[in-house]
């Protein structure tokens, strides 16, 4: 079978460059050149094949090959051109001449296969080169395969024997996998680089809504999930539909495909397809005349100048396609101009290059067909002159897939050259021994393509990574249609990768044309971008592209998923960004801060003018009557109380909420502990009155009384520096209380240090209220206990109070009702103990007498509250 099956419609026919000094035979199938080193190759010179049904009751007839493709044979003639120059190079494979043998694949697997299994293991039957019976000897490595899926097929089998293949044109990703393909190389980017520079493109134009058209084989299907898996990775973009071209002209599919991009709102189509396939998806377009698409086409049918038609251009041009980077060949054009057909070896003219030269001049080889002569068809000579067509052969401004086999050819030729520098001894086989080129094997040349690193006379460098990669870098490919009917495909930037910048496209969009009468590039969305206020809600059972607004809800913001603001911060009414929250505190500019502020002022200011007072007179009976000495005592801890409402007042810090709650437990103790000692000292009095009592007053002299209420105080001030060493109360940012407000407080820190801190406040307080009380009736008629029992009552009520106002008041409202707590009993001990006495003293003088102090009265009445 391997001796027959690659005489795809063979028919020998001897062609020859005029100016060249060989001669080789090319039949439909087959192009050879002898050497001492033969490279293979497989290339698409035909666009269709057809391969009778196997009855298995006869002898299988040969497949057919028909549609000329004139890329395909130019593709074949770089390879030989390629082998040629290398050949004259003296400085690359000196001395060694390299030869090729060249199949014809058809774009169909089972001739390519079949092919491919020839160039490797050789030919049985005997072919006429240069006038010679010779064989056709095995091939040391492959270029090609154009289709990923022959590619695949090929290198699996020949993967076994480390034959290497370096492809010009298969792009599938899965190729890349080294354990599976490990004689696999390829000289064009694998379709991962080239999904990721079409979401680039995707991203940059902001089409988040698109449709992917792909063939239906291993480039089509590998495309198609390396998209969407990196489409779910990066999140810019979804995929309205994802449609299967069929592999032949199946027109109700078509037209089914047509139908769902027509009713699709995707104005982006990216299609991974080839050229020859895509003609039978075009005509369904413009039957159905589907206008208003922008189309991105992959590398296999960027530009194809088949589809680049006055039918198709209508629909086609303004598009944007991922091309192979364009190189130069010098030389090039010169050597394709000198092939020509030589008619003294064939007279059926039945191969490839007849059909070619026919296709080419629009002619036929004696004798015509018939009709063609009456219907005024010309007859080919053979020595009409390629220079005189305008066609795609001979163009070499434009040069991509060429310069794809340049390079392959190429990286096989260093590689063999790098075997003959080995030094012997320094090898990097078994023993540091050398390969040779006359004992080759194939796994030794992979070795020394897999490092081989070298650059084209264009200035490009060639190597292979770790999967058998080249150097990733696209051309980005626009469509033109000229106001003359002609058409350009001009380059408009690049896609590429490199160690420094990553990944990068580089466009210059004003060079780009839209096929639209905006001139402008389209929208292609699912869904519009949510307004400013509003998030995105996705629709259930679609894709994420498409989704509904809805309106964001308090501290949250954001056009495309509700996010809440920082903590710090809320939504302004517009929804649309985050604004720092509103601060809250009592604050001295607030009218209740300063109303607090001025109250506190006021009750220092009158603690002055009493104590002032007080010293005046202090050498009269009602001043010393009352112990001046603790008199002066509690009117200066009535001012630290007055004085410690102002740390509660502005922003909380950490030292004023520290020293707030300190200086307010020992100014309160202080005072409190004061009127304790001068009730006790009224019980100690009334005591020595009676008789046998003096020595009672032993017990409360000067010293005594001023170590109780420095025993007292200093109590308190444990407790504070317990407090404040074990748990410190620390400032508050509460966002509890309102979401849009931050309320600066101060943290108790230790609940249980504060309890205990007021409870020894209330302690010393009921104290002093119960020894006041029982002392309330005694017999002088200025009774100090009456007045200290009515200012205990005044203190205890109003700190009873306190409690459940502060616990149910939130955030400034809090340290208001602490503060206010603190002044009203100040007020209340300043009112009660020094009101009565400040009146005598001011208003009734004559009652400041010791006679008047000292006097009784009936039935025990004080005047003073008479």
Same mark, same amino acid.
């Given at each position: 079978?391997?001796?027959?099956?690659?005489?795809?419609?063979?028919?020998?026919?001897?062609?020859?460059?005029?100016?060249?000094?060989?001669?080789?035979?090319?039949?439909?199938?087959?192009?050879?050149?002898?050497?001492?080193?033969?490279?293979?190759?497989?290339?698409?010179?035909?666009?269709?094949?057809?391969?009778?049904?196997?009855?298995?009751?006869?002898?299988?007839?040969?497949?057919?090959?028909?549609?000329?493709?004139?890329?395909?044979?130019?593709?074949?003639?770089?390879?030989?051109?390629?082998?040629?120059?290398?050949?004259?190079?003296?400085?690359?494979?000196?001395?060694?001449?390299?030869?090729?043998?060249?199949?014809?694949?058809?774009? !169909?697997?089972?001739?390519?296969?079949?092919?491919?299994?020839?160039?490797?293991?050789?030919?049985?039957?005997?072919?006429?080169?240069?006038?010679?019976?010779?064989?056709?000897?095995?091939?040391?490595?492959?270029?090609?395969?154009?289709?990923?899926?022959?590619?695949?097929?090929?290198?699996?089998?020949?993967?076994?024997?480390?034959?290497?293949?370096?492809?010009?044109?298969?792009?599938?990703?899965?190729?890349?996998?080294?354990?599976?393909?490990?004689?696999?190389?390829?000289?064009?980017?694998?379709?991962?680089?080239?999904?990721?520079?079409?979401?680039?493109?995707?991203?940059?134009?902001?089409?988040?809504?698109?449709?992917?058209?792909?063939?239906?084989?291993?480039?089509?299907?590998?495309?198609?999930?390396?998209?969407?898996?990196?489409?779910?990775?990066?999140?810019?973009?979804?995929?309205?539909?994802?449609?299967?071209?069929?592999?032949?002209?199946?027109?109700?599919?078509?037209?089914?495909?047509?139908?769902?991009?027509?009713?699709?709102?995707?104005?982006?189509?990216?299609?991974?397809?080839?050229?020859?396939?895509?003609?039978?998806?075009?005509? !369904?377009?413009?039957?159905?005349?589907?206008?208003?698409?922008?189309?991105?086409?992959? !590398?296999?049918?960027?530009?194809?100048?088949?589809?680049?038609?006055?039918?198709?251009?209508?629909?086609?041009?303004?598009?944007?396609?991922?091309?192979?980077?364009?190189?130069?060949?010098?030389?090039?054009?010169?050597?394709?101009?000198?092939?020509?057909?030589?008619?003294?070896?064939?007279?059926?003219?039945?191969?490839?290059?007849?059909?070619?030269?026919?296709?080419?001049?629009?002619?036929?080889?004696?004798?015509?067909?018939?009709?063609?002569?009456?219907?005024?068809?010309?007859?080919?000579?053979?020595?009409?002159?390629?220079?005189?067509?305008?066609?795609?052969?001979?163009?070499?401004?434009?040069?991509?897939?060429?310069?794809?086999?340049?390079?392959?050819?190429? =990286?096989?030729?260093?590689?063999?050259?790098?075997?003959?520098?080995?030094?012997?001894?320094?090898?990097?086989?078994?023993?540091?021994?050398?390969?040779?080129?006359?004992?080759?094997?194939?796994?030794?040349?992979?070795?020394?393509?897999?490092?081989?690193?070298?650059?084209?006379?264009?200035?490009?460098?060639?190597?292979?990574?770790?999967?058998?990669?080249?150097?990733?870098?696209?051309?980005?490919?626009?469509?033109?249609?000229?106001?003359?009917?002609?058409?350009?495909?001009?380059?408009?930037?690049?896609?590429?990768?490199?160690?420094?910048?990553?990944?990068?496209?580089?466009?210059?969009?004003?060079?780009?044309?839209?096929?639209?009468?905006?001139?402008?590039?389209?929208?292609?969305?699912?869904?519009?971008?949510?307004?400013?206020?509003?998030?995105?809600?996705?629709?259930?059972?679609?894709?994420?592209?498409?989704?509904?607004?809805?309106?964001?809800?308090?501290?949250?913001?954001?056009?495309?998923?509700?996010?809440?603001?920082?903590?710090?911060?809320?939504?302004?009414?517009?929804?649309?960004?985050?604004?720092?929250?509103?601060? !809250?505190?009592?604050?001295?500019?607030?009218?209740?801060?300063?109303?607090?502020?001025?109250?506190?002022?006021?009750?220092?200011?009158?603690?002055?003018?009493?104590?002032?007072?007080?010293?005046?007179?202090?050498?009269?009976?009602?001043?010393?009557?009352?112990?001046?000495?603790?008199?002066?005592?509690?009117?200066?801890?009535?001012?630290?109380?007055?004085?410690?409402?102002?740390?509660?007042?502005?922003?909380?810090?950490?030292?004023?909420?520290?020293?707030?709650?300190?200086?307010?437990?020992?100014?309160?103790?202080?005072?409190?502990?004061?009127?304790?000692?001068?009730?006790?000292?009224?019980?100690?009095?009334?005591?020595?009155?009676?008789?046998?009592?003096?020595?009672?007053?032993?017990?409360?002299?000067?010293?005594?009384?001023?170590?109780?209420?420095?025993?007292?105080?200093?109590?308190?001030?444990?407790?504070?520096?317990?407090?404040?060493?074990?748990?410190?109360?620390?400032?508050?940012?509460?966002?509890?209380?309102?979401?849009?407000?931050?309320?600066?407080?101060?943290?108790?820190?230790?609940?249980?240090?504060? =309890?205990?801190?007021?409870?020894?406040?209330?302690?010393?307080?009921?104290?002093?209220?119960?020894?006041?009380?029982?002392?309330?009736?005694?017999?002088?008629?200025?009774?100090?206990?009456?007045?200290?029992?009515?200012?205990?009552?005044?203190?205890?009520?109003?700190?009873?109070?306190?409690?459940?106002?502060?616990?149910?008041?939130?955030?400034?409202?809090?340290?208001?009702?602490?503060?206010?707590?603190?002044?009203?009993?100040?007020?209340?001990?300043?009112?009660?103990?020094?009101?009565?006495?400040?009146?005598?003293?001011?208003?009734?003088?004559?009652?400041?007498?010791?006679?008047?102090?000292?006097?009784?009265?009936?039935?025990?009445?004080?005047?003073?509250?008479?």
């Amino acid at each position: 079978a391997l001796s027959t099956g690659h005489k795809c419609c063979l028919q020998s026919l001897k062609i020859s460059h005029q100016k060249g000094s060989s001669s080789l035979l090319f039949d439909l199938n087959g192009m050879y050149k002898a050497g001492d080193v033969v490279l293979g190759g497989l290339f698409q010179i035909h666009f269709f094949s057809s391969v009778a049904i196997q009855s298995f009751t006869s002898k299988p007839q040969q497949p057919t090959c028909n549609g000329v493709y004139a890329l395909g044979f130019k593709l074949a003639q770089t390879m030989a051109f390629a082998i040629d120059e290398i050949n004259r190079n003296s400085n690359l494979l000196p001395n060694v001449t390299l030869g090729y043998t060249l199949y014809d694949s058809c774009l !169909e697997l089972g001739i390519g296969f079949r092919a491919a299994l020839s160039l490797a293991s050789g030919q049985e039957e005997k072919i006429i080169l240069n006038g010679t019976c010779v064989g056709n000897p095995p091939v040391i490595g492959i270029v090609g395969d154009s289709s990923s899926t022959n590619s695949i097929a090929i290198t699996n089998v020949l993967g076994l024997y480390r034959v290497p293949m370096v492809s010009y044109f298969s792009t599938c990703s899965c190729l890349s996998n080294r354990q599976k393909y490990p004689s696999f190389f390829r000289t064009i980017p694998s379709d991962a680089f080239q999904v990721r520079a079409m979401i680039k493109i995707l991203k940059h134009f902001s089409w988040t809504w698109v449709g992917l058209l792909v063939s239906d084989d291993d480039y089509g299907l590998h495309a198609a999930r390396s998209f969407q898996s990196e489409l779910s990775l990066s999140g810019e973009a979804c995929l309205a539909y994802t449609e299967v071209l069929p592999w032949d002209k199946d027109t109700e599919e078509l037209r089914r495909i047509v139908d769902v991009m027509k009713k699709s709102t995707a104005r982006v189509v990216i299609v991974f397809e080839h050229y020859s396939r895509m003609i039978n998806l075009m005509e !369904e377009v413009v039957r159905q005349n589907l206008t208003g698409l922008q189309w991105m086409a992959s !590398e296999a049918w960027t530009a194809a100048a088949v589809l680049q038609t006055p039918q198709l251009m209508p629909y086609l041009r303004g598009t944007l396609g991922i091309a192979i980077r364009r190189g130069e060949i010098p030389g090039l054009r010169e050597f394709l101009l000198q092939i020509h057909p030589d008619l003294h070896h064939n007279s059926s003219y039945g191969n490839s290059m007849v059909r070619f030269w026919e296709f080419t001049f629009q002619c036929r080889f004696a004798p015509a067909p018939a009709g063609w002569l009456e219907g005024g068809g010309a007859i080919c000579t053979g020595q009409e002159d390629l220079e005189n067509v305008d066609n795609e052969f001979l163009d070499v401004s434009n040069l991509r897939p060429e310069y794809n086999v340049y390079k392959a050819v190429y =990286a096989l030729a260093y590689s063999l050259d790098d075997i003959l520098h080995c030094k012997p001894g320094r090898g990097p086989f078994s023993g540091n021994s050398c390969a040779t080129l006359r004992s080759l094997e194939p796994w030794q040349l992979v070795y020394y393509l897999e490092r081989v690193n070298f650059t084209t006379p264009f200035g490009d460098q060639v190597s292979f990574d770790e999967n058998g990669d080249a150097l990733p870098i696209y051309d980005v490919m626009n469509w033109l249609w000229l106001p003359d009917g002609s058409t350009k495909v001009q380059n408009v930037g690049e896609v590429k990768r490199s160690a420094l910048k990553g990944e990068e496209l580089i466009l210059d969009e004003d060079r780009i044309f839209w096929n639209f009468e905006s001139k402008k590039p389209p929208r292609s969305v699912c869904s519009e971008s949510c307004p400013p206020g509003t998030h995105m809600v996705r629709e259930k059972g679609k894709p994420q592209c498409c989704f509904d607004c809805i309106p964001c809800s308090e501290g949250k913001i954001t056009n495309k998923s509700s996010t809440s603001c920082p903590e710090d911060f809320w939504s302004n009414p517009q929804r649309d960004h985050c604004v720092t929250k509103k601060t !809250e505190f009592l604050s001295y500019l607030d009218p209740l801060g300063i109303c607090l502020t001025t109250t506190s002022l006021l009750g220092v200011f009158i603690c002055a003018v009493v104590l002032g007072i007080f010293i005046y007179y202090r050498r009269t009976p009602i001043v010393r009557a009352n112990n001046s000495e603790l008199s002066f005592q509690l009117l200066l801890s009535l001012k630290l109380c007055f004085l410690c409402s102002l740390l509660f007042i502005g922003r909380p810090r950490l030292w004023t909420c520290q020293l707030r709650h300190a200086a307010f437990g020992i100014s309160f103790v202080l005072c409190v502990s004061c009127i304790l000692v001068k009730t006790m000292v009224v019980l100690a009095v009334f005591k020595a009155s009676k008789p046998g009592g003096g020595a009672s007053l032993k017990w409360f002299g000067s010293m005594q009384q001023r170590g109780t209420v420095l025993v007292l105080t200093a109590i308190q001030a444990a407790i504070c520096t317990t407090w404040l060493v074990s748990s410190s109360p620390t400032p508050h940012k509460n966002t509890q209380y309102h979401n849009d407000k931050i309320v600066y407080e101060c943290a108790v820190g230790s609940t249980v240090g504060f =309890a205990v801190l007021l409870g020894y406040i209330g302690m010393l307080a009921f104290l002093s209220f119960l020894i006041a009380f029982l002392v309330r009736n005694l017999p002088d008629s200025f009774n100090e206990a009456k007045l200290i029992t009515f200012s205990m009552l005044i203190f205890c009520a109003v700190w009873v109070a306190f409690v459940p106002a502060y616990i149910s008041s939130p955030g400034k409202l809090a340290d208001a009702v602490e503060v206010f707590a603190i002044l009203a009993s100040s007020f209340g001990l300043l009112i009660t103990l020094f009101g009565p006495k400040c009146y005598i003293i001011l208003l009734r003088p004559e009652m400041n007498t010791k006679k008047a102090v000292m006097a009784r009265e009936k039935n025990n009445k004080n005047p003073i509250f008479k």
